[in-house]
């Protein structure tokens, strides 16, 4: 086990290389120590890295453009990043560390529920043990316990549910005549979390959640799922609802094709749609068939390339004039960015609507400022076309689902089902 002097070490070196990288010109302009800092834990190693490191690339594009200009009244954001790689019991240490850190004025994108569910008792724990509460903004994760007591208090969400997810999936599923759902989902707080909001939509659209089949967290693209397809094959499942990270979603489509099963095969925003094609493309080049037919994903935003939105636009041009790139010394080596997606796009709407907080707050780095900042957000336009309030009894942001297929090697918006009526 990792002593506590260890992770101080480990949390001083990602410290001084997240800024380096981070504050680039900015920090010049304000003295050391007038840095708002936000603190994010997330998978930068490990199978699932593409996500935090994409999550996190939108988002520093987006505090590196309004750092240029001059940051938050003078004052520039930066993310002090720390690697968990997707795993709950460093999600918790890396939570301690940002905790007892007296500059970090927020937790800000963690990403995952198995990881950011086990840190909301520390966040609980940490406020009456201290009588410091700290807010966590924006988690990539679309997960109940983020949603309502007894930490929904703590949590301010910008992306919709997987409830909201799973409804869209299943009504529209259901419209064109596939009721009778298989789901393929990650055994742990994720995976039942997307369990539930299928057999929930299912119930209300007279459809049926005839099997259920399994895997690991951490299993990868080199893991064999064929016993998970023959399940959900033999049960009669003529549509699959995949709850899972994308490098297993891969393997399980990719052994699903290689049965010969052509289902419409669905999975939710947190695959990371664009890492999952990436890995699919690959695998047609290296066969005999195309492994991204018949592929449906459900988004939380716009679509990356919809320059008719403002924000779109502005994503755009700054993951190009700053492309982002988090330090070696943070994330595993080997991982190619992508140049755009819905997770770097996710993460800049993050960042915007975090920087939309700061600057409503009197002092953002009191906490209560923060609290009643973020509270008194009302239809605040991003640029996307829905626009996103809270209050004091509801920290719930966007709440509208999108939905891509691939065409032509390309995940592109989707508006007509009815290629898959049976």
């Known amino acids: 086990m ?11 070196v990602v410290t001084v290389a997240v800024f380096l990288v981070a504050l680039g010109g900015a920090r010049d302009s304000a003295p050391a120590g007038d840095e708002i800092v936000l603190g994010m834990s997330a998978a930068f190693s490990g199978p699932s890295r593409g996500l935090g490191v994409e999550l996190w690339r939108g988002a520093q594009a987006y505090f590196d453009a309004i750092n240029e200009d001059g940051g938050i009244d003078g004052r520039p954001v930066s993310l002090r990043i720390l690697d968990d790689g997707y795993d709950p019991q460093r999600a918790i240490e890396n939570t301690r560390l940002l905790l007892e850190d ?38 990539f994760t679309g997960a109940q316990p983020l949603r309502h007591r007894p930490y929904g208090d703590l949590v301010f969400n910008l992306r919709a549910s997987y409830r909201d997810e799973t409804e869209g999936l299943v009504a529209r599923f259901a419209e064109v ?73 891969a393997g399980f489509i990719r052994d699903a094709r290689d049965a010969g099963w052509d289902v419409p095969i669905a999975n939710v925003s947190f695959v990371g749609s664009e890492n999952l ?6 695998l047609s080049e290296h066969g005999d068939r195309d492994y991204t037919a018949n592929l449906v994903n459900s988004e939380v935003v716009p679509h990356y390339a919809d320059t008719s939105l403002s924000a779109v636009a502005e994503y755009r041009e700054a993951m190009r004039r700053f492309d982002p790139r988090p330090d070696p010394s943070v994330a595993e ?90």
């Open 277 to 282: 094609l990436s890995l699919l493309v690959g």
């Open 177 to 249: 005549g596939r009721r009778k759902i298989g789901i393929f989902y990650q055994a742990d707080a994720y995976g039942r979390s997307g369990w539930d909001g299928v057999r929930r939509a299912a119930a209300r659209h007279d459809a049926a959640l005839v099997a259920e089949a399994t895997y690991r967290r951490g299993d990868d693209l080199d893991g064999e799922y064929g016993r998970q397809v023959e399940i959900l094959r033999d049960a009669g499942a003529d549509a699959v609802i995949a709850i899972g990270a994308y490098s297993a979603s």
């Open 333 to 422: 080596p080997g991982y190619l960015p992508l140049e755009y997606g819905p997770v770097s796009f996710e993460g800049f709407l993050n960042a915007k609507l975090m920087a939309e907080v700061l600057r409503r707050a009197d002092d953002p780095t009191e906490v209560d400022d923060l609290l009643r900042a973020a509270q008194g957000v009302s239809a605040v336009d991003l640029g996307v076309d829905a626009t996103v309030s809270y209050s004091k009894e509801d920290h719930e942001g966007l709440e509208k689902v999108y939905f891509t297929t691939v065409e032509n090697g390309r995940f592109v918006p989707l508006t007509d089902w009815s290629r898959w009526s049976p």
């Open 2 to 12: 990792t002593g506590r002097s260890g992770l101080a070490k480990r949390a001083f």
């Open 102 to 139: 007296d500059d970090v004025v927020a937790l800000f994108s963690f990403v995952g529920t198995p990881t950011t569910t086990r840190v909301l008792p520390l966040l609980r724990l940490h406020d009456m043990d201290h009588g410091r509460r700290t807010l966590l903004f924006f988690p």
